[in-house]
C-alpha cells in the first residue's frame, strides 16, 4: 500500500500563513489548502458516506474553514487536526441525519408497487368502449379538457 506524504511547506505558503490570508479573506489563501486537504477529507468521509455525499462534505468543510479562519489559532495546534475534526463532526452529523430519516427497504418497496393494481390500460379501453357503444356522459354535457398528457375522463351512464 502506497501512502501519500504529508503537505509540505516547501510546496508553497505554511499553512498557518495560508490561515492568516483566509482570516482576511485574501482571494485564492483557500485555493491551495484544498488542493492539499480535499483529497483527504474525501478519502475520510468516502470510508463512511457514498460519494456524491463525500463530496458534499468536502464542499461544507472547507467551507467551515472559509467562515472561521479567524477563529484559528496556529499556538492551539496544526491545521491538519483543527480542519480533520471539523470533518469528522460534519460526518457523525450526516450520519445522525439518515439515522432519523425513515429508510425504505428496497425489497418492501418492490413488494408494495408489485401490488397494485394495473390501472393504466383499462380505463382507457373501457372508455373507448363506451364511445363506439354511443354513449353519451352523464348529464349530456362533456368534460373539460384533461391536463394530464395520457388522461381521459370517462364518465357514461
Request: aromatic share 6%; net charge neutral.
Given at each position: 500500500?502506497?501512502?501519500?506524504?504529508?503537505?509540505?511547506?516547501?510546496?508553497?505558503?505554511?499553512?498557518?500563513?495560508?490561515?492568516?490570508?483566509?482570516?482576511?479573506?485574501?482571494?485564492?489563501?483557500?485555493?491551495?489548502?484544498?488542493?492539499?486537504?480535499?483529497?483527504?477529507v474525501?478519502?475520510?468521509?468516502?470510508?463512511?458516506?457514498?460519494?456524491?455525499?463525500?463530496?458534499?462534505?468536502?464542499?461544507?468543510?472547507?467551507?467551515?474553514?472559509?467562515?472561521?479562519?479567524?477563529?484559528?489559532?496556529?499556538?492551539?495546534?496544526?491545521?491538519?487536526p483543527?480542519l480533520?475534526?471539523?470533518?469528522?463532526y460534519?460526518?457523525?452529523?450526516e450520519l445522525?441525519?439518515?439515522?432519523?430519516?425513515?429508510?425504505?427497504?428496497?425489497?418492501?418497496?418492490a413488494?408494495?408497487?408489485?401490488?397494485?393494481?394495473?390501472?393504466?390500460?383499462?380505463?382507457?379501453?373501457?372508455?373507448?368502449?363506451?364511445?363506439?357503444?354511443?354513449?353519451?356522459?352523464?348529464?349530456?354535457?362533456?368534460?373539460?379538457a384533461?391536463?394530464?398528457?395520457?388522461?381521459?375522463?370517462?364518465?357514461?351512464?
Open positions: 500500500m502506497k501512502t501519500q506524504p504529508l503537505p509540505s511547506a516547501e510546496a508553497g505558503p505554511s499553512d498557518e500563513e495560508l490561515m492568516q490570508e483566509l482570516a482576511r479573506k485574501t482571494p485564492g489563501a483557500l485555493q491551495p489548502l484544498f488542493a492539499r486537504y480535499a483529497p483527504l474525501f478519502h475520510i468521509a468516502s470510508q463512511s458516506l457514498d460519494p456524491g455525499s463525500a463530496e458534499d462534505i468536502v464542499q461544507d468543510v472547507f467551507l467551515a474553514v472559509w467562515r472561521k479562519a479567524d477563529t484559528f489559532d496556529p499556538g492551539r495546534g496544526a491545521l491538519r483543527w480533520l475534526q471539523i470533518a469528522h460534519r460526518i457523525l452529523n445522525r441525519a439518515r439515522s432519523r430519516r425513515p429508510q425504505l427497504d428496497p425489497d418492501v418497496a413488494d408494495v408497487v408489485d401490488g397494485l393494481p394495473d390501472t393504466t390500460a383499462e380505463p382507457r379501453g373501457s372508455c373507448l368502449a363506451g364511445v363506439q357503444a354511443g354513449s353519451r356522459p352523464r348529464g349530456g354535457r362533456t368534460a373539460a384533461p391536463t394530464t398528457p395520457g388522461f381521459e375522463p370517462c364518465v357514461f351512464r
